[in-house]
């Protein structure tokens, strides 16, 4: 029972150590674009190439 009160304010932090950084991650707009991203991937340019 003693390890119980170790682990769960432990896990608790680290809930909501990854619930921050998700929140961090929407607010600097890390997901604005996902279909223009996926599809830039695609697109062929003769800039990108090395002459």
Same mark, same amino acid.
């Given at each position: 029972?003693?390890?119980f009160f170790l682990l769960a304010p432990f896990?608790? /932090?680290l809930g909501? *150590?990854?619930l921050g950084a998700f929140w961090w991650t929407?607010?600097?707009g890390q997901y604005e674009?996902? /279909?223009g991203d996926a *599809?830039?991937?695609l697109?062929?340019?003769?800039d990108d190439r090395p002459a």
């Open positions: 029972m003693n390890i896990s608790l /932090a909501l *150590a990854g929407l607010r600097s674009d996902p /279909a *599809a830039r991937i697109i062929e340019d003769g």
